[in-house]
C-alpha cells in the first residue's frame, strides 16, 4: 500500500474521485501507517471510528457526485485544536483527558470541506518550545533520524505534525505558528509548512498562547496541497475578534503566473553567526533559481531584525501568563486537592499540571507584566515590535516577497537543547519577526545537508499578500527537486 501513503492530497483527491480507491481503504491505510510507525510518538490519541465513519460518508458523497475540496482526505490534528469528542490536550497534565464540547472554527472547516479526522497530534506543551520535547507525551520523533542513530527533533512546537505528514501517517495536518512552530518543525522534517497572516484562520478553539501571535496553518507535502488546505482553514469568523475579513488573493492564479518580473528581498540582517554552512549556499541557491525563473534581486535591510527575539521573548510570554491563568483546577482540567485553602487548591493544581517550561514562561510573562517592571520591558517590547513591523512594511514597498533560510541549522539530537533555553530560543530567530509583524511566512524544503538532512527556505510577503508568497514558493520548489525522503516513514524507505 506504499504507493498510496506517498500521493500528494491533490493526487489522492483526484484518485478518489475517479474512483481509483475509497477513501474508507486511504484512511484505513493511513490508521494502519500510523501503528507502524508508533515508535515516533507523533499522534497523542487516534480517533479512529470517527476516520472511518468520516472516510465512509465522503464515500457516500463521491457517490452522489456531492464531493467537496477536501472530500476523503485523511489528516491530522495538532493537539491544540478543540475537537468535539475527542481529547485535547495541548500536550499538558493539566488537561490531560479534557474531551471539548465543542469544535474550533478552524477543524470545522476542514471537516465541512470533506477531511476525515485521523487523531490528535503531538506538540510542546501548550506550544511552548522547539523540540517538542516539553511534551508531557515525551517528544515526537524526526523520521528522518538515521536508522541505528540518536533520534532527532522534529522541531516545535508542532513537532507530531510535521513528523506525520514527513512519516506518511497523515496526508496533510494542521499546525500553529506563535514564533516559527510551522515554519521550523516542517523545515526539520522536509514538508512544507505556512503560517498565514495573522488575522486569516480563527484563532476560536485554540488553545490559546499568546493571542496577538498565534496562527493556525497547514502542514503538507508540497505547495499545490498547502493552497488547497489553507484555502478551506481560512475564513472570516465572527467569534474571533482579530479575525480578518479580507478575501483571500488568487492562489493558484499567482502561482500559475511565476515570478517573472517580480522583485524578492534578501535581507542582510538574515546572515548570522552560527548558521550551517549548507544553509548559507541553500540561500544563495534559492536566489540564483528565482533570478533564473526572471525575478529580480533586491539587497533589502530590516534593521531591527536582531530585537526580534528578545521582543517576542517578552511578549509571548507575558500574554501567556495571562493566557494561562484560567487552568486554575476549577474551570478547566485537573484539579489537585489535599486539604487546606482555595489557595492551595490553585498552587498545587497548577505546580502539578504545568512542566517546567510553561512555569518558566508564566514567570517571566508575570515578572514583564508586573507593576516596576512594565514599561521597562512589555512597554519597551511593544514599541521595538512596531519598529520591526514598520520594517516589513517599508520593505514591501519595493519588494513582492522575501526569501531568508528558514532556520539557522538542521535537525539536532533529541536532548542536546533542553537543558539551555537560550540555546533553544535561539532556533526561532529567523521566524518570529513574521509574527510579530503578522505577515505571512512559508518553509519550502528546498535541500539537504552533508547527513542528508532536510534543509528549507523561507519565503515572506506582505499581509494578505499571501499569493505573491505562494508564487514564490512554487518556484523554489519546482528549481529546488527537493526529492528526499525518510528513512523512518510508513511502508518503508522509497
Ligand atoms: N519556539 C517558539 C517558542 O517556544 C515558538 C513556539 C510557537 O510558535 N508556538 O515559543
Given at each position: 500500500m506504499s504507493h498510496l501513503l506517498d500521493l500528494t492530497a491533490v493526487q489522492a483527491r483526484a484518485a478518489l474521485e475517479k474512483g481509483d480507491f475509497t477513501s474508507v481503504e486511504l484512511t484505513k491505510a493511513y490508521l494502519d501507517a500510523a501503528e507502524q510507525t508508533?515508535?515516533?510518538?507523533?499522534?497523542?490519541?487516534?480517533?479512529e471510528d470517527k476516520a472511518l465513519a468520516m472516510a465512509a460518508k465522503s464515500d457516500e458523497n463521491y457517490a452522489a457526485g456531492k464531493a467537496s475540496a477536501l472530500e476523503g482526505l485523511p489528516i491530522g490534528v495538532k493537539d491544540l485544536f478543540a475537537t468535539q469528542g475527542v481529547t485535547t490536550t495541548a500536550c499538558s497534565a493539566i488537561l490531560k483527558n479534557f474531551v471539548p464540547p465543542y469544535e474550533s472554527t478552524v477543524t470545522s472547516h476542514l471537516w465541512s470541506d470533506g477531511a476525515v479526522m485521523l487523531g490528535k497530534l503531538n506538540c510542546d506543551e501548550f506550544a511552548m518550545g522547539s523540540a517538542n520535547e516539553t511534551s508531557v507525551f515525551g517528544p515526537a520523533v524526526n523520521p528522518y533520524s538515521p536508522v541505528g542513530g540518536a533520534d532527532l527533533a522534529a522541531g516545535g512546537s508542532s513537532g507530531g505534525s510535521a513528523s506525520s505528514v514527513a512519516a506518511r501517517s497523515s496526508i496533510m495536518a494542521t499546525g500553529t505558528d506563535t514564533g516559527g512552530s510551522i515554519r521550523q518543525p516542517a523545515a526539520f522534517c522536509g514538508v512544507v509548512g505556512m503560517k498565514p497572516t495573522y488575522g486569516r484562520c480563527s484563532r476560536w478553539g485554540i488553545v490559546a498562547f499568546a493571542s496577538s501571535l498565534d496562527q493556525a496553518g497547514p502542514f503538507t507535502r508540497d505547495v499545490d496541497d498547502s493552497a488547497l488546505m489553507f484555502q478551506s482553514m481560512a475564513g472570516h469568523d465572527p467569534k474571533d475578534s482579530t479575525s480578518a475579513t479580507q478575501e483571500l488573493p488568487d492562489i493558484s492564479g499567482a502561482m500559475a503566473a511565476g515570478v517573472k518580473g517580480m522583485k524578492i528581498g534578501i535581507p542582510s540582517e538574515y546572515q548570522m553567526d552560527g548558521m550551517d554552512e549548507t544553509i548559507i549556499k541553500l540561500w544563495q541557491d534559492g536566489q540564483a533559481w528565482l533570478k533564473d525563473a526572471g525575478a529580480e534581486l533586491v539587497e533589502i535591510s530590516l534593521p531591527h531584525t536582531k530585537y526580534a527575539l528578545p521582543v517576542y521573548y517578552i511578549i509571548a510570554p507575558a500574554e501567556a501568563s495571562s493566557n494561562l491563568a484560567r487552568y486554575d483546577g476549577v474551570r478547566y482540567g485537573n484539579r489537585i486537592e489535599e486539604g487546606g485553602s482555595l489557595d492551595d487548591m490553585y498552587e498545587m493544581t497548577r505546580a502539578a499540571g504545568f512542566g517546567d517550561e510553561v512555569q518558566r514562561r508564566i514567570l517571566i510573562g508575570t515578572y514583564a507584566l508586573s507593576a516596576g517592571y512594565y514599561d521597562a520591558y512589555y512597554l519597551k517590547a511593544q514599541k521595538v515590535r512596531r519598529l520591526i513591523r514598520n520594517d516589513f512594511d517599508e520593505a514591501f514597498q519595493s519588494v513582492d516577497a522575501i526569501l531568508t533560510p528558514?532556520?539557522?541549522?538542521?535537525a539536532f539530537p533529541l536532548g542536546v537543547k533542553q537543558a539551555d533555553p537560550i540555546t533553544m530560543y535561539l532556533n526561532d530567530v529567523f521566524t518570529v519577526p513574521a509574527n510579530l509583524a503578522g505577515i505571512p511566512g512559508m518553509s519550502v524544503p528546498a535541500g539537504v545537508n552533508k547527513e542528508g538532512l532536510p534543509l528549507g527556505l523561507q519565503i515572506l510577503s506582505g499581509a494578505f499578500a499571501e499569493d505573491k508568497m505562494y508564487a514564490v514558493a512554487k518556484e523554489i520548489e519546482r528549481s529546488a527537486g527537493f526529492a528526499a525522503t525518510p528513512s523512518r516513514k510508513a511502508g518503508g524507505a522509497s
Open positions: 508508533k515508535d515516533l510518538n507523533n499522534y497523542v490519541a487516534m480517533s528558514a532556520t539557522p541549522t538542521a
